[in-house]
C-alpha cells in the first residue's frame, strides 16, 4: 500500500493557466437542503452489522430530552448518509454555569465507529481524519456552528466535563448538506429484482455524496479528486445526473497541471489552491486517456478533444517508454501499478494489458481529431502479440503473471476488458476464471470487483456478473451500508489498509459503480 503514498520532493508541475481557467469556469455551484434529526439511538451488538454492531432507537429527540451531566451521552441518528455541516443550540439546566462546557463530538458513517476509541488508533495514515471534535464552551446558551464539514449518520455528542450544579440540554441538532447534485429531477428506473433496486439507491447515494466541487475519492477521506475514482464515477454519472460539466472540470484540473516529463498525478487538491500531489500511479496516468474517451463517446466535445489531447498523448508516449522492443511492459517502484489495494497477487500483467485498453482508446482519439496513428497501431500490435504469445498459458486457458507465472483473476479481466482475445476466447478464459480462480480471494477493493463483475458481464456470462455484484454489494447492504465502502473483503469484513476501521471511508466514489453495470448490462436489455 505504499506505493499510494509517495514523496517525490524534486517533480517539477505544469500550471497551465488557461487550462485552470477553463476548469474554474465548470465549477459548480453546491445545493443545500437542511435536515434534522429527531432520534435517539444507541449501540448494541449486532453479529449481522459490521463489526458486530448495530443500533436501536430509545427515544424521539425533543426539546425536553433529558438533561446531560458529566460523562453522559447521547447518540443522533440523522436517518441516512449524509455530507454537510453540522450545528446544535445547547443550553444549560440547574444552578447558575459555574465552569465552562466541555463537549466531546463524534461523527460516524457506520455503527462501528462510534465503539472505538480514537487515542487507541495505531494505523498509519494520520489520526487528524478521525471525525471527532473536543470543544469547551464558557458561556451557555449557544448555538454550535461547526465550521469543518463530516461525512456522517451518527453524531455522538459525550459532555466530558461540567460542574456538579448544573447540567448540558441539546435541541436542534440540524445538518445543512452538500452535494452538486439531487435527485429532484432524476429520471426513475424501474428494476424489478428488489436486491438489485437497492443495490442501484445506494450506489446513486454513493456518486451523489461523492459529487462536490470535484468528484471526490471519499467525502470523509481523502476529499480530493483522484483519477481512478474519477474514471469509474464519470461512467457512473453518464448512467445517472449526466453531469457532463462536473468530468470536464476534473479533466482539465488534471491536464492543466502534469509533470514537466508528461505524466498525470495519481490525484490532485483543489484547497486552498489547485496543487498536483507528488504521487504518480502507470495505470492511472494512463486513466486520463480512458475518461476524455469515455467522455467523447458520451458527449463529443471537439473543443474539450482539442484542449486536452496534448495531454493525452503524453500519457502514451511516455508509456511506451516502459516497453522493451518486443512489447514487454517493464515497470520499476518509482512508476508502480495499483490495480488493487491488494498486494496479494501479482500485478504485472495486469498492468501490461491496461496500457493495450487506453492504447485502443487513444488511437480512438487520434482518429477522432485527424492525427496519425500508425505508430501507436504499430505499438498495440507488438504489445499485444506479447501478450498473446508470452503470456497465454494454451493448457490452461489463462494469462500468467510476473516471475512465478501466477494465475490471477486481475490478469485475466483486464485481458477481457482489452479485447485482447476474440470473443469466444474471452468467454473460455471467464468461464475457467470462475472455474478455477473463483470464490473471489485476496481482492481488497470495489474498484477491482467492479472490473471483475463487468468482465463478466462483457463476455457474456451475466449470470455470474449478476450473482456476482449482488453478492459483493449486497453484503455491504446486509452489513448495514447507507453508502458503499472503499474496501471491502468479504471474508474479513472489518478489513482496512490502513490498520484501522476508524479511517475506513465507508461512503467512497469507486463502489458507486453498481448504477453503471446495472443501467448498461442488465437494463439495457429489457
Not at 436501536?56 to 436517518?79: C, Q
Not at 480512458?290 to 463517446?297: R, T, V
Amino acid at each position: 500500500m505504499a506505493f499510494t503514498f509517495q514523496i517525490n520532493n524534486n517533480v517539477e508541475f505544469t500550471h497551465d493557466e488557461k487550462l485552470l481557467k477553463k476548469a474554474k469556469a465548470f465549477k459548480p455551484v453546491l445545493q443545500h437542503t437542511t435536515i434534522t434529526s429527531h432520534k435517539i439511538v444507541k449501540v448494541t451488538k449486532n453479529a449481522d452489522e459490521l463489526g458486530g454492531y448495530g443500533v436501536i432507537p430509545i427515544a424521539k429527540f425533543n426539546t425536553s430530552s433529558k438533561p446531560l451531566k458529566k460523562g453522559e451521552s447521547i447518540i443522533l441518528d440523522f436517518g441516512d448518509h449524509h455530507v454537510g455541516h453540522f450545528s446544535i443550540h445547547i443550553d444549560s439546566v440547574g444552578s447558575p454555569m459555574d465552569a465552562p462546557l466541555t463537549l466531546r463530538i463524534k461523527f460516524a458513517e457506520m455503527p462501528i465507529e462510534l465503539t472505538q476509541n480514537s487515542t487507541d488508533y495505531k494505523g498509519w495514515l494520520s489520526s487528524s481524519w478521525i471525525q471527532e471534535e473536543l470543544i469547551h464552551l464558557d458561556v451557555l446558551p449557544f448555538e454550535l456552528k461547526l465550521p469543518r464539514r463530516y461525512s456522517f449518520r451518527y453524531v455522538e455528542l459525550t459532555v466530558v466535563d461540567t460542574s456538579p450544579k448544573w447540567q448540558a440540554v441539546f435541541s436542534a441538532p440540524k445538518l445543512e448538506t452538500e452535494t452538486s447534485v439531487n435527485t429532484k429531477n432524476l429520471k426513475s428506473v424501474k428494476i424489478t429484482d428488489p436486491q438489485l433496486k437497492k443495490i442501484y439507491n445506494v450506489g446513486l447515494k454513493t456518486l451523489q455524496d461523492c459529487m462536490q466541487t470535484v468528484f471526490e475519492d471519499g467525502p470523509k477521506r481523502d476529499r480530493r479528486l483522484w483519477i481512478g475514482d474519477l474514471r469509474l464515477q464519470a461512467l457512473a454519472d453518464y448512467a445517472t445526473f449526466k453531469d457532463t460539466t462536473l468530468v470536464k472540470r476534473c479533466l482539465y484540473l488534471f491536464g492543466a497541471m502534469a509533470s514537466k516529463d508528461g505524466r498525470i498525478p495519481a490525484n490532485v487538491f483543489t484547497r486552498p489552491e489547485n496543487t498536483p500531489d507528488d504521487t504518480f500511479l502507470f495505470d492511472y496516468s494512463l486513466f486520463f486517456i480512458s475518461i476524455l474517451n469515455d467522455l467523447m463517446d458520451f458527449e463529443p466535445d471537439y473543443k474539450v478533444l482539442n484542449d486536452l489531447y496534448p495531454v493525452a498523448k503524453k500519457q502514451i508516449d511516455f508509456a511506451l517508454t516502459k516497453v522493451s522492443p518486443y512489447g514487454e511492459l517493464k515497470l520499476d517502484d518509482n512508476y508502480p501499478v495499483f490495480i488493487d489495494w491488494s498486494n496479494d497477487f501479482d500485478k504485472t500483467t495486469a498492468g501490461q494489458v491496461i496500457l493495450i485498453y487506453v492504447l485502443k482508446q487513444f488511437i480512438n482519439l487520434t482518429n477522432q481529431i485527424g492525427d496519425d496513428s500508425t505508430k501507436y497501431q504499430s505499438a498495440l500490435d507488438v504489445i499485444s502479440a506479447f501478450a498473446k504469445h508470452d503470456l497465454f498459458n494454451q493448457d490452461a486457458k489463462l494469462f500468467i503473471s510476473g516471475p512465478k507465472q501466477e494465475f490471477n483473476i486481475a490478469s485475466q479481466v483486464w485481458m477481457v476488458l482489452a479485447q485482447v482475445m476474440s470473443e469466444k476466447e474471452n468467454k473460455v478464459i471467464m468461464q475457467t476464471t470462475v472455474s478455477k480462480l473463483f470464490p473471489v480471494k485476496n481482492i481488497a477493493t470495489p474498484y477491482m470487483y467492479h472490473h471483475i463483475v463487468e468482465a463478466l458481464f462483457v463476455s457474456g456470462l451475466k449470470d455470474q456478473g449478476t450473482k456476482l455484484l449482488k453478492q459483493y454489494w449486497g453484503k455491504m447492504i446486509s452489513l448495514g451500508a447507507d453508502t458503499f465502502w472503499e474496501s471491502f473483503d468479504p471474508d474479513k469484513p472489518n478489513y482496512s489498509p490502513y490498520g484501522s476501521t476508524l479511517l475506513n471511508s465507508y461512503c467512497h466514489a469507486w463502489s458507486c459503480t453498481p448504477v453503471y453495470l446495472i443501467q448498461r448490462y442488465l437494463l439495457a436489455e429489457e
